[in-house]
């Protein structure tokens, strides 16, 4: 038996695996960098305490902020509370996010969720990986940054009016709330990233389809277009935001004349599919 978890800051979707049986459990988050070791513990528990934990032979990890040793140390150490037995394998979720969309085929990667990253990978490992530096300043493509992107055209009214009429009845906003809501709220990427459902459910408005493009090419600028040879590439994406807006991402592929391999909103079928060889 083996265990497949991919972690997240709120969430670890752990996969349980013996012959074609797969088992989901799903436990609170955990990053090396913000939580202690014991939380990581408390989640593998409850994962082994529903199975025979000395039946695991081994448990893939992937998660956010795992690339470093000491990160590595710490997963490591944490699951093998729990599964003394099994060998323990912990790697950086951008390589889970590769190996689910590639296998042992090269291409680039792209993670567009509430955040973004990118990188370039030869079917074995990451080559090269060019950083989204966070949304304050980057993560074009992201959840984020569409909120971002809507609204700076709303504060600066070039939103036409019919969008931005109903934008402000169905959020019950105005330009001071909204400064409100960004400079003197915590956490303002919370509110930015509350606003793709809105464009998803108009769509069909230019203004929306339109702005959605735009997203995607300042991803393409500032990500895609900075890797080796990105031209000779396929295209490969998994996450929330290019899941639900994959008929537009499939428009802007066609239109820039790039191969868009596959999309997936998250990448653990490709995980089981990729460690089940």
């Known amino acids: 038996m083996i265990i497949?978890?991919?972690?997240?800051?709120?969430?670890?979707?752990?996969?349980?695996?013996?012959?074609?049986?797969?088992?989901?459990?799903?436990?609170?988050?955990?990053?090396?960098y913000y939580n202690k070791q014991e939380l990581?513990?408390?989640?593998?528990?409850e994962v082994a305490k529903t199975i025979s934990r000395e039946s695991i032979k081994s448990i893939y990890f992937y998660g956010s902020g795992c690339s470093t040793e000491t990160?590595?140390?710490i997963v490591t150490n944490a699951l093998k509370k729990s599964f003394p037995n099994a060998f323990c394998f912990v790697y950086h979720d951008l390589l889970a996010a590769a190996r689910a969309l590639f296998g042992n085929e090269s291409g680039i990667a792209c993670i567009l969720g509430t955040g973004s990253n990118s990188c370039l990978y030869d079917g074995v490992s990451v080559v090269e990986n060019v950083p989204s530096v966070g949304w304050m300043i980057g993560d074009e493509g992201s959840g984020i940054y569409i909120g971002k992107l809507l609204i700076t055209d709303y504060l600066r009214y070039t939103i036409p009016d019919d969008i931005r009429a109903i934008f402000e009845n169905e959020y019950n906003l105005n330009f001071e709330t909204v400064l409100n809501e960004i400079y003197t709220k915590n956490n303002p990427n919370n509110f930015f990233s509350s606003f793709p459902p809105f464009l998803l459910k108009n769509i069909d408005n230019k203004y929306c389809y339109d702005l959605i493009m735009r997203n995607f090419d300042d991803y393409f600028k500032w990500q895609i277009s900075k890797y080796t040879d990105f031209g000779n590439e396929p295209l490969a994406f998994v996450g929330s935001i290019a899941y639900y807006f994959k008929d537009q991402l499939f428009d802007w592929g066609k239109k820039n004349g790039l191969y868009i391999k596959e999309i997936m909103q998250i990448p653990m079928d490709g995980l089981i599919r990729y460690h089940s060889k």
């Open 4 to 32: 497949i978890a991919d972690s997240g800051s709120t969430k670890i979707d752990w996969r349980i695996i013996e012959d074609t049986n797969v088992t989901q459990i799903n436990t609170g988050g955990f990053n090396p």
């Open 40 to 45: 990581l513990e408390k989640h593998a528990e």
């Open 71 to 73: 990160n590595y140390k």
